[in-house]
């Protein structure tokens, strides 16, 4: 208390300075009309200037949780979007959406959405890492893509965090098909262009034309199918004349991964228990 009368005391003059400057400028404005519509115009200006600011100071810190809510709502999209040709839709829930393929694919899919805290683009073997474990029903071997196409699938899984093998890895195949002429071939990465994979197992007698569409086959059931992979970038023959040798430029930047769908097949283990019964070399 003793301070604060010592401040007023040292400051004395100032503040009767300031509390006549005051009540002129309400004596002003408050007999003159013109002084008083002035101040009014000018005090909305100000006062509209300091609400929009902070407005957008808050909404800046509210664009973490609007991205979550959009990548969810992306997610329900997507999976609509899976099932042009389903018969049934849930959309009982915001998080998770089970769908029906199409009308002669009854494999059902679960997109649920993460966020990439951890990636690699520069090695022979990249992976990455999401925020979602198996605390958020996230397993070893789920699918992952985003907006733009495969991104790699789930290989390890804590109770919070996921680790996947990114399309970026040598030792990540994956199966694809040529769009125009449905031929089935499988896409691996080459280890070096991080925006370009090699595709395998197309024969000479297929037509197959820069830009043509490459996308995920039904030959798995780990991705649905005709999800996008990239376009052809180049073409020839090898020296043997047996394959195509194709280059096929990634739809997905792996450099810039931020949200991404883990794709969960309801009928997988079905799908895999009837391949470990009758696995194809014993056909």
């Known amino acids: 208390m003793g301070q604060l009368l010592a ?11 300031l509390f006549l400057e005051v009540l002129c400028i309400w004596m002003i404005v408050g007999n003159n009309d013109y002084q008083r519509t002035a101040f009014i115009n000018g005090a909305s200006g100000f006062i509209g200037s300091v609400n929009k600011t902070s407005r957008n100071i808050g909404d800046y810190f509210e664009l973490s949780r609007v991205n979550e809510e959009l990548a969810t709502e992306n997610a329900r999209l997507r999976a ?28 059902q899919y679960v997109l649920r959405q993460a966020e990439i805290v951890q990636n690699s683009i520069r090695n022979a073997n990249n992976f990455f890492m999401i925020n979602k474990g198996s605390r958020d029903s996230i397993k070893p071997n789920m699918g992952v893509m985003n907006s733009f196409g495969v991104v790699g699938k789930i290989r390890s899984v804590s109770e919070r965090y996921a680790e996947g ?50 996308v995920t086959s039904s030959y798995n059931a780990i991705f649905p199918k005709e999800v996008m992979v990239g376009t052809v970038a180049s073409v020839t023959e090898d020296a043997n004349k047996t ?37 194809i070399d014993q056909q």
Not at 247 to 258: F, M, P, T
């Open 7 to 17: 401040f007023l005391f040292k400051y004395r003059a100032f503040i009767v300075f």
């Open 165 to 214: 093998v990114s399309v970026l890895n040598t030792k990540n195949p994956v199966s694809v098909k040529h769009v125009p002429s449905g031929r089935v071939g499988t896409l691996q990465w080459g280890g070096t262009n991080p925006k370009v994979s090699d595709l395998f197992y197309i024969t000479p007698d297929v037509t197959v034309q820069e830009g043509d569409t490459i």
């Open 80 to 107: 609509l979007l899976l099932s042009q040709m389903a018969s049934e839709v849930t959309l009982d829930s915001t998080e998770q959406v089970s769908i029906v393929a199409d009308t002669t694919d009854t494999v």
């Open 243 to 279: 394959y195509l040798q194709i280059k096929v430029k990634l739809s997905v930047d792996y450099g810039k991964l931020s949200y991404v769908y883990v794709i969960e097949n309801l009928h997988k283990a079905e799908q895999d228990s009837l391949v470990e019964t009758n696995p």
